[in-house]
């Protein structure tokens, strides 16, 4: 009995240790916190680049009728509101001839994916009748059949990976086909946590070369040997770091290739709870900006 106590004891504090390595808060450089914070408006280039629609892709790019690259950037709107900038969408899409329907992609209010044993499938019929939404696995095959006959034939359609929208790699050997060419981008995810499987482990851990390895392998061959267009369109980091070195080889690796980008998220509170969204780049009055290093790091990139 004795040894079982002390073989159990052993393994929680393995468990704790190994724990607590992952947790390691790397904190940013002084010289990194000090460094000189650029312009947020750039007078001589906030005016949107005129392009003319349809959009299509060629190899790496999104570009317009012309052939000229499409940048996903909007640096017209920088300085207003949120509400503003909603607007301003909305009525661009809408005159274009584009509905807008707001997606609500779970079915509560609540941080990200939540845990609703509903919202974690297409389907959920074999749940019950407690579901905010109901429908069969043929159900949806047939809502989603019917929506994408819907579509314009110019339109641009966005395809995220699997494993978290972390892995697009099955696209070389099974690319997504559409009866139009050239209208297919892809998207992934790049978060701190992610890297799990591997062992090498987490990218808040990895080295640059091993971080580049994986994104070459996950997704930017697609850019690199300029087969279709990426859109890196989730990550993010909080405030006050805890993973410093993961952010500083994204934005290495992103300026290397060059990549469209979307940070998430720009909320000061998570919908559940009034609780407090770290990863948030305002402020509870939506308008004061917080000018820390992702910021700074973000605007440095979309300029380049």
């Not at 010289?31 to 392009?51: G, N, R």
């Not at 966005?158 to 690319?175: A, I, K, Q, T």
């Not at 559940?272 to 820390?292: F, K, M, Q, S």
Request: a negative charge.
């Amino acid at each position: 009995m004795y040894f079982t106590f002390l073989a159990a004891g052993g393994l929680l504090l393995l468990i704790f240790t190994y724990t607590h390595r992952l947790g390691f808060s790397e904190r940013e450089p002084e010289i990194f916190i000090e460094a000189p914070f650029p312009a947020l408006l750039d007078v001589e280039k906030t005016e949107p680049q005129p392009f003319l629609v349809p959009l299509r892709t060629k190899g790496r790019n999104i570009v317009d009728r012309n052939g000229s690259r499409v940048k996903l950037a909007s640096l017209d709107l920088i300085g207003m509101r949120a509400l503003d900038i909603f607007i301003a969408v909305v009525e661009s899409l809408t005159e274009a001839g584009i509905a807008v329907i707001i997606n609500n992609h779970i079915t509560q209010a609540t941080w990200c994916c939540g845990a609703n044993p509903y919202d974690t499938a297409w389907y959920n019929n074999h749940i019950g009748a407690f579901c905010r939404v109901r429908q069969t696995e043929d159900q949806w095959l047939d809502n989603w059949h019917l929506m994408m006959s819907l579509l314009r034939s110019d339109w641009l359609t966005f395809v995220e990976g699997v494993s978290s929208s972390n892995d697009l790699s099955g696209v070389r050997e099974r690319p997504v086909v559409l009866d139009h060419d050239h209208r297919v981008v892809y998207s992934a995810h790049v978060y701190s946590w992610s890297g799990w499987g591997s062992l090498e482990g987490k990218y808040s851990k990895r080295s640059f070369e091993s971080f580049a390895a994986s994104m070459m392998d996950d997704w930017a061959y697609s850019l690199g040997q300029d087969i279709a267009p990426v859109w890196v369109v989730e990550f993010g980091c909080p405030h006050l770091p805890n993973n410093f070195h993961y952010w500083n080889n994204l934005m290495r690796f992103l300026k290397l290739l060059d990549a469209d980008f979307a940070y998430w998220a720009i909320n000061p509170k998570k919908p559940a709870n009034d609780e407090l969204e770290t990863y948030g780049l305002v402020g509870d009055d939506w308008e004061t900006p917080i000018l820390d290093y992702r910021l700074r790091d973000m605007i440095r990139l979309g300029k380049q």
